[in-house]
């Protein structure tokens, strides 16, 4: 019993692997309580750790052998040096991160040997200073921000890596957790959601893109439609029309939505002031068919306000300086600095980035989602006359006198914006000056004081911007927009890159809706990861020691109110407020501290009455009540409407009529509208138009979508809070991981039983990992008992231990699915090779007895041929013969005759011999013989 008591306790210290500290180089884990209870001086902090390490008897014994010196250095805080005496190394206790380790490099935080935070930690540690940005946590991606260009990661070759592989077989990356979502949409027919977390500047919008570039490359390749050098869109019935494809569309449109939507910030150059919700449509052969996109709440204050070193949105800037001469007399545009809503920060620049080049870039981009030279000349007015619109100035002798125009530059200014916008200078200063109010007697205008006239103008220059803003976005939509998109898309991708968690020193309207944000995102991610996974393994009944983690239902139900008193939560109380004549904030912050006092999450501190705090699930933030109502009221007042509706200008005329907030993606609309029909009589006119409630509702329309969406996250890390590339800072990064949940999911991925099938799946799966592969490919997939044995028997020819058989699912342990696709992927691989070589083998033999008639052919065709030469061969020895012999006949004649002849000559020769004789003999005869000659 007390043994077991005692390995509890060694448990509760070293996580999983206690027998692994016994041993040099093992790693000690300092729980954070027991050096919380301490001073922060070193001293009281070595105590902290001693006392931590000599609580176990095993341990101390441990140290005693090994750790040689104990030293206490100063290293990002206080930093304990054990020098172990035969290893000579150095382990570390960190103050922040309170562990005593060696450094890990583990592409997968499951396959780490110590599961705590300060394991976690010195792991992404390790990885980050060799340049491995990317770490797993089961299929959860960790992205630490390098915060230096990283060139090599982002190649055609990476990615060509990661194509058509499964999730870890391939180093950490983005583009794996791209092609896994690609791979289970098309396999597994569900929709699938990128989640991308992090705070500001952590590299979400960076990562986001990769993830786009990434399935954009994988659509092109499956799809492999490219025609004369120019990619076009693959309709479903296999059409092409010309033109950019769509994938290539989306990605140009980050260019035109960052420079009107991000701006310079304190903790990022390039931050998104706006959530982004971009849904890919794939075909059922992985081409793109559509996309849309759907934005949420765009930081519309800073068009008005920024403070240094803060910069306005891009645009400004870049319009401001990147104009061409023509341009700048058009829009009658000066430097920067001499605008008044941008002269309110001193920062005009954008660190390494060019104004004039992001400004070429922009108006490219409008050329590739398809507006118009009109168009693109209407969207340039409305920024140029925003920027004049900040230049009207006001006077007033007193609170209650008449207000004015300031001065002369003042009333050019006026005449500027009323110029571009197309509209009657007097019917502008008429809008800005005075509020119409409806009397039961008709309606009266009332002249504005000083400080309503700023307002005013303020208030129309951030509603003529944010409607412009949307408006483009709808632009980029209708250019993007799903062919088919009536139809049911099992087949689609979203990615999702949402402003983080938000903690300032003062926190008002904004950080209440990015925190609402994030709390319903954790609350999915917790659902998802944690919730869910215990659940099933309760529901399955496995075996499993449930892991404790907080909900923040409660914080939920504060900032929208419980289902069983909708109107006690903070948002509400805003929109009450904001209904209710004459109330002011400091109303709104009484109102909000006697109803939510009782909520645990609520604080209200006694000596600042605006100010409030919610425990959050990152932390706590302090909010002010200050402005809370001004900017949760959001409708176009109705002289700003008629305005924007009087321009001769048909695109700014367009922005008076556009309803607020709708430019959703065609899903979202829908469910909108589905929502508004059914509890239209249920909701007041001013609730629809209040920022918050419209904010909850495109939350809860995300929130629907995501939860039929298979989820995969990427969490990113900033690890430190100077974005240096280089630096790792342990307490500022710890933050984040407990921010972003990533701790307890890595807990619960390597202790519980990450992967789980269906009996049925997993036969179908990896039936011919079994000895019978044929008895098992037949067996009825319907017969549960009969899946179940065959999961058996797979598993025991595999030799895998410890996984656990659900009631309905296998479930099993890190690790062992990548065995089994492992052995699954070899056995195929060798049965394509035998597929190959059997194909190859007929072809060969086909191959053969063909070439062999063939030959059989040749040979028949060369002897025929040698025949015929040796015939004529033959023929013609045989006409030579002839020859010879007529030669011969008539050499021989020729001979025959000269031996004829002679011989003749001879004999009558010889005769006239014997007649000469016969002469001599007788004169007469010798004288006739004489004259006969
Ligand atoms: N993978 C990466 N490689 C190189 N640099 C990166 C990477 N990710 C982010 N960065 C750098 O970090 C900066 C901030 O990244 P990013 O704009 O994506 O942050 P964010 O989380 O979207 O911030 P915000 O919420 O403010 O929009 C980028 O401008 C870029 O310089």
């Given at each position: 019993?007390?043994?077991?008591?005692?390995?509890?306790?060694?448990?509760?210290?070293?996580?999983?692997?206690?027998?692994?500290?016994?041993?040099?180089?093992?790693?000690?884990?300092?729980?954070?309580?027991?050096?919380?209870?301490?001073?922060?001086?070193?001293?009281?902090?070595?105590?902290?750790?001693?006392?931590?390490?000599?609580?176990?008897?095993?341990?101390?014994?441990?140290?005693?052998?090994?750790?040689?010196?104990?030293?206490?250095?100063?290293?990002?805080?206080?930093?304990?040096?054990?020098?172990?005496?035969?290893?000579?190394?150095?382990?570390?206790?960190?103050?922040?991160?309170?562990?005593?380790?060696?450094?890990?490099?583990?592409?997968?935080?499951?396959?780490?040997?110590?599961?705590?935070?300060?394991?976690?930690?010195?792991?992404?540690?390790?990885?980050?200073?060799?340049?491995?940005?990317?770490?797993?946590?089961?299929?959860?991606?960790?992205?630490?921000?390098?915060?230096?260009?990283?060139?090599?990661?982002?190649?055609?070759?990476?990615?060509?890596?990661?194509?058509?592989?499964?999730?870890?077989?391939?180093?950490?990356?983005?583009?794996?957790?791209?092609?896994?979502?690609f791979?289970?949409m098309l396999?597994?027919n569900?929709r699938?959601?990128?989640?991308?977390?992090?705070?500001?500047?952590?590299?979400?919008?960076?990562?986001?893109?990769?993830?786009m570039?990434?399935l954009a490359?994988r659509a092109k390749?499956d799809n492999g439609f490219?025609k004369?050098?120019?990619c076009g869109r693959m309709h479903n019935n296999g059409s092409f029309q010309g033109a950019r494809p769509i994938e290539e569309q989306v990605l140009e449109s980050?260019?035109?939505?960052?420079?009107?939507?991000?701006?310079?910030?304190?903790?990022?150059?390039?931050?998104?002031?706006?959530?982004?919700?971009v849904e890919m449509s794939f075909g059922d052969y992985g081409f793109v068919r559509g996309a849309s996109i759907a934005?949420?709440?765009?930081?519309?204050?800073?068009?008005?306000?920024?403070?240094?070193?803060?910069?306005?949105?891009?645009?400004?800037?870049?319009?401001?300086?990147?104009?061409?001469?023509?341009?700048?007399?058009?829009?009658?545009?000066?430097?920067?600095?001499?605008?008044?809503?941008?002269?309110?920060?001193?920062?005009?620049?954008?660190?390494?980035?060019?104004?004039?080049?992001?400004?070429?870039?922009?108006?490219?981009?409008?050329?590739i989602v398809g507006?118009?030279?009109?168009?693109?000349?209407?969207?340039?007015?409305?920024?140029?006359?925003?920027?004049?619109?900040?230049?009207?100035?006001?006077?007033?002798?007193?609170?209650?006198?008449?207000?004015?125009?300031?001065?002369?530059?003042?009333?050019?200014?006026?005449?500027?914006?009323?110029?571009?916008?197309?509209?009657?200078?007097?019917?502008?200063?008429?809008?800005?000056?005075?509020?119409?109010?409806?009397?039961?007697?008709?309606?009266?205008?009332?002249?504005?004081?000083?400080?309503?006239?700023?307002?005013?103008?303020?208030?129309?220059?951030?509603?003529?911007?944010?409607?412009?803003?949307?408006?483009?976005?709808g632009a980029i939509n209708r250019k993007i927009q799903m062919l088919g998109s009536g139809e049911r898309r099992p087949h689609t991708i979203g990615?999702?890159?949402?402003?983080?968690?938000?903690?300032?020193?003062?926190?008002?309207?904004?950080?209440?809706?990015?925190?609402?944000?994030?709390?319903?995102?954790?609350?999915?991610?917790?659902?998802?990861?944690?919730?869910?996974?215990?659940?099933?393994?309760?529901?399955?009944?496995?075996?499993?020691?449930?892991?404790?983690?907080?909900?923040?239902?409660?914080?939920?139900?504060?900032?929208?109110?419980?289902?069983?008193?909708?109107?006690?939560?903070?948002?509400?109380?805003?929109?009450?407020?904001?209904?209710?004549?004459?109330?002011?904030?400091?109303?709104?912050?009484?109102?909000?501290?006697?109803?939510?006092?009782?909520?645990?999450?609520?604080?209200?501190?006694?000596?600042?009455?605006?100010?409030?705090?919610?425990?959050?699930?990152?932390?706590?933030?302090?909010?002010?009540?200050?402005?809370?109502?001004?900017?949760?009221?959001?409708?176009?007042?109705?002289?700003?409407?008629?305005?924007?509706?009087?321009?001769?200008?048909?695109?700014?005329?367009?922005?008076?009529?556009?309803?607020?907030?709708?430019?959703q993606n065609a899903e979202l609309n829908k469910?909108?509208?589905?929502?508004?029909?059914?509890?239209?009589?249920?909701?007041?006119?001013?609730?629809?138009?209040?920022?918050?409630?419209?904010?909850?509702?495109?939350?809860?329309?995300?929130?629907?979508?995501?939860?039929?969406?298979?989820?995969?996250?990427?969490?990113?890390?900033?690890?430190?809070?100077?974005?240096?590339?280089?630096?790792?800072?342990?307490?500022?990064?710890?933050?984040?991981?407990?921010?972003?949940?990533?701790?307890?999911?890595?807990?619960?991925?390597?202790?519980?039983?990450?992967?789980?099938?269906?009996?049925?799946?997993?036969?179908?799966?990896?039936?011919?990992?079994?000895?019978?592969?044929?008895?098992?490919?037949?067996?009825?997939?319907?017969?549960?008992?009969?899946?179940?044995?065959?999961?058996?028997?797979?598993?025991?020819?595999?030799?895998?231990?410890?996984?656990?058989?659900?009631?309905?699912?296998?479930?099993?342990?890190?690790?062992?699915?990548?065995?089994?696709?492992?052995?699954?992927?070899?056995?195929?691989?060798?049965?394509?090779?035998?597929?190959?070589?059997?194909?190859?083998?007929?072809?060969?033999?086909?191959?053969?007895?063909?070439?062999?008639?063939?030959?059989?052919?040749?040979?028949?065709?060369?002897?025929?041929?040698?025949?015929?030469?040796?015939?004529?061969?033959?023929?013609?020895?045989?006409?030579?013969?002839?020859?010879?012999?007529?030669?011969?006949?008539?050499?021989?004649?020729?001979?025959?005759?000269?031996?004829?002849?002679?011989?003749?000559?001879?004999?009558?020769?010889?005769?006239?011999?014997?007649?000469?004789?016969?002469?001599?003999?007788?004169?007469?005869?010798?004288?006739?013989?004489?004259?006969?000659?």
């Amino acid at each position: 019993m007390q043994q077991q008591q005692q390995q509890q306790e060694q448990q509760q210290i070293f996580g999983r692997q206690t027998a692994d500290v016994f041993h040099v180089g093992a790693k000690i884990w300092v729980p954070r309580r027991s050096v919380r209870r301490q001073s922060s001086r070193s001293d009281g902090v070595l105590a902290a750790a001693s006392n931590a390490i000599f609580r176990n008897t095993a341990l101390r014994d441990w140290v005693a052998g090994v750790v040689k010196r104990v030293d206490v250095g100063e290293v990002e805080g206080v930093i304990l040096t054990v020098e172990i005496a035969e290893s000579k190394q150095l382990v570390r206790i960190d103050t922040e991160g309170c562990y005593l380790q060696n450094e890990e490099d583990v592409a997968d935080l499951v396959d780490s040997d110590f599961l705590h935070e300060p394991g976690v930690l010195s792991t992404l540690k390790v990885r980050y200073q060799k340049a491995e940005i990317y770490t797993f946590s089961g299929t959860i991606l960790i992205a630490v921000n390098p915060h230096k260009p990283c060139p090599h990661l982002y190649t055609q070759q990476q990615m060509n890596l990661y194509h058509s592989k499964t999730l870890g077989e391939q180093p950490p990356h983005v583009y794996a957790i791209a092609e896994h979502a690609f791979q289970s949409m098309l396999i597994e027919n569900q929709r699938q959601a990128i989640l991308i977390s992090g705070e500001s500047g952590a590299g979400k919008t960076e990562s986001a893109k990769m993830v786009m570039q990434y399935l954009a490359h994988r659509a092109k390749q499956d799809n492999g439609f490219i025609k004369n050098g120019e990619c076009g869109r693959m309709h479903n019935n296999g059409s092409f029309q010309g033109a950019r494809p769509i994938e290539e569309q989306v990605l140009e449109s980050n260019p035109l939505l960052e420079a009107f939507g991000n701006a310079k910030t304190m903790r990022n150059n390039n931050s998104s002031r706006f959530g982004k919700f971009v849904e890919m449509s794939f075909g059922d052969y992985g081409f793109v068919r559509g996309a849309s996109i759907a934005v949420f709440l765009l930081e519309r204050s800073r068009v008005v306000s920024i403070n240094p070193p803060e910069r306005s949105y891009h645009i400004f800037y870049q319009l401001t300086k990147g104009a061409t001469q023509h341009q700048q007399q058009k829009y009658r545009l000066k430097p920067p600095e001499q605008f008044r809503y941008l002269a309110q920060s001193n920062s005009f620049s954008l660190g390494d980035r060019d104004d004039v080049e992001e400004f070429r870039k922009t108006m490219e981009a409008m050329r590739i989602v398809g507006l118009t030279e009109l168009e693109q000349d209407s969207v340039l007015r409305i920024v140029a006359a925003i920027l004049h619109l900040g230049d009207v100035t006001f006077s007033a002798e007193d609170q209650d006198s008449q207000t004015h125009l300031a001065n002369e530059q003042a009333e050019q200014a006026a005449r500027n914006c009323a110029d571009l916008l197309e509209v009657d200078v007097e019917l502008l200063k008429k809008g800005l000056l005075s509020r119409s109010i409806d009397t039961p007697h008709g309606r009266i205008h009332k002249p504005l004081n000083k400080f309503g006239a700023e307002e005013s103008r303020d208030a129309f220059s951030k509603t003529l911007y944010s409607q412009l803003f949307e408006w483009l976005v709808g632009a980029i939509n209708r250019k993007i927009q799903m062919l088919g998109s009536g139809e049911r898309r099992p087949h689609t991708i979203g990615i999702l890159d949402i402003y983080g968690f938000e903690s300032f020193e003062s926190n008002s309207f904004e950080q209440l809706c990015i925190n609402l944000a994030n709390e319903r995102l954790q609350q999915q991610f917790n659902h998802h990861v944690l919730q869910g996974e215990q659940q099933q393994y309760i529901n399955e009944g496995i075996k499993w020691s449930y892991v404790e983690f907080i909900d923040n239902q409660d914080c939920l139900d504060l900032l929208e109110g419980s289902k069983s008193n909708p109107r006690q939560g903070i948002f509400p109380l805003i929109d009450e407020a904001c209904r209710l004549p004459n109330v002011t904030n400091s109303d709104l912050a009484i109102s909000m501290r006697t109803q939510l006092k009782n909520m645990t999450r609520f604080e209200s501190p006694k000596r600042d009455q605006s100010a409030f705090t919610i425990d959050h699930y990152a932390g706590q933030v302090h909010y002010t009540t200050d402005q809370l109502i001004e900017k949760n009221r959001d409708y176009i007042v109705e002289e700003h409407k008629s305005i924007i509706t009087s321009s001769a200008n048909e695109l700014i005329r367009k922005l008076g009529f556009q309803q607020i907030g709708g430019n959703q993606n065609a899903e979202l609309n829908k469910r909108a509208l589905q929502r508004s029909n059914s509890s239209r009589s249920a909701q007041s006119a001013f609730k629809l138009t209040s920022v918050g409630y419209r904010f909850r509702r495109q939350l809860q329309d995300l929130s629907d979508t995501l939860s039929e969406c298979q989820p995969l996250y990427i969490r990113c890390i900033k690890p430190n809070p100077q974005s240096q590339p280089g630096e790792f800072v342990f307490p500022f990064v710890l933050g984040q991981l407990h921010a972003l949940g990533v701790l307890v999911a890595v807990r619960i991925a390597c202790a519980g039983f990450p992967t789980r099938k269906t009996y049925s799946t997993f036969v179908k799966r990896y039936y011919m990992l079994a000895r019978q592969q044929t008895k098992l490919k037949n067996i009825n997939q319907n017969d549960f008992n009969e899946c179940k044995t065959c999961t058996v028997k797979i598993l025991q020819h595999m030799e895998i231990e410890g996984f656990q058989m659900g009631k309905t699912k296998l479930f099993l342990r890190a690790g062992q699915l990548a065995i089994l696709e492992a052995a699954r992927g070899r056995l195929l691989n060798i049965s394509a090779t035998r597929i190959q070589a059997c194909c190859k083998r007929h072809q060969a033999v086909k191959r053969y007895q063909l070439v062999k008639h063939y030959i059989v052919v040749i040979q028949c065709c060369y002897r025929g041929f040698k025949g015929r030469q040796l015939a004529q061969q033959i023929r013609k020895e045989r006409a030579a013969l002839t020859i010879q012999s007529c030669y011969k006949g008539y050499v021989a004649r020729q001979k025959y005759r000269r031996i004829i002849s002679a011989v003749r000559i001879q004999r009558a020769f010889r005769r006239y011999q014997t007649n000469f004789c016969l002469a001599i003999i007788s004169g007469q005869q010798t004288c006739d013989f004489f004259f006969q000659l």
